[in-house]
């Protein structure tokens, strides 16, 4: 059973910057396209951005340019970069593969307020 978790979100002031991590206890970063997921209070899930196992990415619009994808698939651990941060990006941040998601993790909280 994998296991997904995320961890690194903070409270930080508009744009500011911060580095999530995604922990996979389970080899998925080498055999699926992973990607990193926001809900924000009252709005549905959203993909922010996905990385494939030849290290490929994209992004949603709204971050592209801001957020930066990656992973070590060594460590099966993924990681979303977020800099400029706004208040809009507030958000529960989750990783998951993008194809066949496993069991959500917890998430991890990103605030972005002065």
């Known amino acids: 059973q994998v296991q997904l978790v995320e961890s690194g979100g903070n409270l930080v002031q508009p744009g500011g910057s911060l580095r999530l991590s995604c922990a996979a206890f389970?080899?998925?970063?080498?055999?699926?396209?992973m990607g990193w997921y926001c809900q924000a209070p009252v709005k549905q899930l959203e993909l922010v951005a996905n990385i494939n196992t030849g290290c490929s990415t994209e992004y949603a619009d709204t971050w592209k340019g801001r957020f930066t994808i990656s992973s070590d698939i060594a460590k099966n651990t993924g990681y979303l970069r977020m800099n400029s941060l706004k208040p809009e990006d507030t958000a529960v941040y989750y990783c998951?593969?993008?194809?066949?998601?496993?069991?959500w993790g917890q998430g991890t909280q990103v605030t972005v307020s002065s």
């Open positions: 998951n593969a993008v194809q066949r998601p496993y069991t």
């Open positions: 389970g080899r998925i970063f080498s055999t699926y396209t």
